[in-house]
Nanobody
């Protein structure tokens, strides 16, 4: 089982990016999916999460600017990021609880997002 992120890059403050994460391999189902981020010298923090049924929650710092969504048929999760700020600069990681069985939490390798002022 693998998770691979895409869509990172360099954007000016106020701009938008859409991150994608694709799950591949042989497994039964995907439960919760999440986006984390880690800035240089800081710990990895949860940005947004979505359940298999579509319920979402967000870090306070991104509420109203970021939207998490998923396509269960395509085994993908997305993060639409609007009104980006320099403080959003980080490596963004996809994370998912995948039922093999057994259930296991997988991480993607990360994608860099850089927001210039």
């Amino acid at each position: 089982v693998q998770l691979v992120e895409s869509g990172g890059g360099l954007v000016q403050a106020g701009g938008s990016l859409r991150l994608s994460c694709a799950a591949s391999g042989i497994f039964f189902s995907i439960n919760d999916m999440r986006w984390y981020r880690q800035a240089p010298g800081k710990k990895r923090d949860l940005v947004a999460a979505i359940t298999s049924g579509g319920s979402t929650n967000y870090a306070d710092s991104v509420k109203g600017r970021f939207t998490i969504s998923r396509d269960n048929a395509k085994k993908m999760v997305y993060l639409q990021m609007n009104s980006l700020k320099p403080d959003d600069t980080a490596v963004y990681y996809c994370n998912a609880d995948i039922m093999g069985p057994p259930i296991f939490r997988y991480w993607g390798p990360g994608t860099q997002v850089t927001v210039s002022s």
